[in-house]
């Protein structure tokens, strides 16, 4: 990059008769003057930068139409931060329009892209329109390039929270929906679990079984983890815990389903099974459930 | 902090207000001890409902009153244990064993009442 000569914002060198001191408009002059052009020639510059986007094929998810609309929002928002530096709105600019085109399947790397493609269109504009005055050209590029820098910067980083706080919502959900606490007789809940539990969903499962458990007024609990292929001792313990934590909610646990090797890791671990009230399989667990509460299944032809 | 206890019939109650401290709790146990001899009662029902917080100690002083109050031929149930309660609980290995516990008070009160029935 070429050296800039001194600028008026450094008084300092005013005596210094080694350099040459320039008098020349102050930085938010420059700014203005910078902002006015881009608004100036807002049509033109636009529509440039739309071509550059078909050429180099980003945002191929969204149609001319759509892609002009968003552009020309994006503009007046990039010429209007550069303006009033007002960053967190562009921010928050940024993440309402990721909240629009995540959903069409629009990439981190296509919205850095066009913000980059934008931030050279307005600045070979720039070079064009300063190309005699060399001195004016760097002094302009001088006020540009940190205000457009951080422009690119804030709507990164806004496209990317607005991505990250999507995963986290569909990650949130799916857990839910894998561990679903099923209330199947008065007192008495189900919790079938299938796949694979790591810690965080063990005790995500554990704190939803207990609630469930005060809501419904739970007595007893079948914990049916046929699905479970393995299960670490980690995991283990924390099955364990589930059962105790129950029972301090005065519910009683049933564990079916134990795979062999589950079995092996909990005598592994030495729980004591006399805690550990297990059944072979999920229709055995829900008859010693009925029993224990109570109820007697009969089919119609023995009562009459 | 004085904890209330009622009378309901054979039963007592003693609701927990939120903070206990140490000495609280030692009170309480003399307390309910003497209660359970003087009234004659088969059941102690401890509602730990507005417990936010249950430590070793307090976990500890459960567990003897239940010891306790069996010697004199009486049952304890614990009821109220809030869903985070357990969990901080059980991740702390105070799993209050041997110590009857119940969702809520009428909860409790059924068990007792079934106890007795079977006892009776």
């Not at chain 1, 503009?75 to 309402?96: I, P």
């Amino acid at each position: 990059m070429a050296k800039r000569e001194v600028s008026s914002k450094d008084s300092g060198t005013r005596d210094n008769p080694r350099v040459e001191l320039v008098r020349s408009e102050a930085p938010s002059e420059l700014l203005r003057e910078l902002v006015a052009h881009l608004r100036q020639n807002r049509t033109q510059l636009r529509e440039e930068w739309v071509v550059r986007i078909s050429e180099t094929r980003l945002l191929t998810a969204m149609t001319k139409e759509e892609i002009f609309a968003e552009a020309t929002s994006v503009y007046d928002s990039y010429v209007e931060a550069l303006e009033t530096e007002a960053f967190e709105a562009l921010q928050a600019y940024a993440r309402n329009l990721s909240e629009r085109i995540i959903p069409r399947g629009v990439e981190t790397h296509e919205v850095v892209g066009i913000v980059l493609l934008l931030r050279d269109v307005l600045a070979r504009s720039l070079f064009a329109k300063y190309q005699t005055d060399f001195k004016k050209l760097n002094r302009i590029l001088d006020a540009y390039e940190p205000a457009a820098n951080r422009i690119a910067n804030t709507v990164a980083v806004g496209f990317v929270q607005e991505r990250e706080r999507v995963i986290r919502q569909q990650q949130e959900a799916i857990r839910e929906l894998s561990t679903p606490v099923l209330q199947v007789r008065e007192r008495l809940l189900i919790l079938p679990i299938i796949g694979v539990i790591d810690p965080q969903r063990a005790r995500q499962l554990t704190e939803q079984l207990l609630r469930g458990i005060r809501t419904n007024r739970a007595k007893v609990v079948v914990i049916d983890i046929t699905g479970v292929a393995a299960m670490d001792v980690t995991v283990a313990n924390h099955l364990v815990q589930t059962v105790e934590a129950s029972r301090l909610l005065g519910a009683t646990v049933i564990v079916t389903g134990l795979s062999p090797e589950i079995a092996q890791t909990l005598v592994t671990i030495g729980v004591d099974l006399g805690k550990m009230n297990t059944v072979g399989d999920l229709q055995g667990g829900i008859e010693q459930a009925e029993r224990l509460l109570g109820y007697k299944v009969v089919t119609l032809a023995e009562t009459r | 902090m004085e904890v209330p206890i009622l009378k309901q019939g054979e039963v007592l109650i003693a609701t927990f207000q939120a903070a206990l401290s140490d000495a609280d709790l030692e009170h309480l146990r003399r307390g309910l001890v003497q209660q359970v001899v003087k009234l004659r009662s088969r059941g102690v029902i401890v509602d730990v409902t507005a417990m936010d917080v249950m430590d070793s100690f307090a976990s500890r002083t459960l567990r003897e009153i239940a010891h306790m109050i069996r010697l004199r031929g009486a049952e304890t149930v614990i009821v109220g244990i809030q869903p985070e309660v357990a969990f901080a609980m059980v991740q702390l290995g105070l799993t209050l064993e041997g110590v009857a516990t119940a969702l809520d008070l009428e909860e409790g009160l059924a068990y007792l009442i079934q106890k007795f029935k079977n006892i009776d």
